[in-house]
């Protein structure tokens, strides 16, 4: 499924369901609280952390939507951007981005 089939569906359903659909800083501290349940998920190795990860996905593309924003196209363009930079490593390992390519 793409990015942008994502953000609709799950808008509908906000929608449908009757959630949060204008509070922007409610929405953030979703999303915090999902990616919180993640890494518990992720640490505890409990069988549930794909739907937690599917949870922190949702509700980022929900906080996209309340801002207009079409996610499928920013994180395309993001990859694209990341592509082109260039890094070095420092003498400890560290990758230092040198290049924005």
């Given at each position: 499924?793409?990015?942008?089939?994502?953000?609709?569906?799950?808008?509908?359903?906000?929608?449908?369901?009757?959630?949060?659909?204008?509070?922007?800083?409610?929405?953030?501290?979703?999303?915090?609280?999902?990616?919180?349940?993640?890494?518990?998920?992720?640490?505890?190795?409990?069988?549930?952390?794909?739907?937690?990860?599917?949870?922190?996905?949702?509700?980022?593309?929900?906080?996209?939507?309340?801002?207009?924003?079409?996610?499928?196209?920013?994180?395309t363009l993001k990859i694209e951007k990341n592509g082109?930079?260039?890094y070095q490593r420092t003498e400890h390992g560290v990758?230092?981005?040198?290049?924005?390519?």
């Amino acid at each position: 499924m793409e990015i942008r089939s994502a953000q609709k569906l799950a808008w509908e359903n906000k929608n449908l369901k009757g959630f949060n659909t204008t509070d922007v800083a409610l929405e953030f501290g979703l999303l915090t609280a999902e990616v919180g349940e993640a890494f518990t998920a992720w640490r505890k190795r409990l069988p549930d952390f794909g739907e937690e990860l599917a949870d922190v996905f949702l509700y980022l593309v929900a906080v996209a939507e309340m801002n207009g924003i079409d996610l499928d196209h920013e994180v395309t363009l993001k990859i694209e951007k990341n592509g082109r930079r260039e890094y070095q490593r420092t003498e400890h390992g560290v990758p230092i981005r040198v290049s924005d390519g």
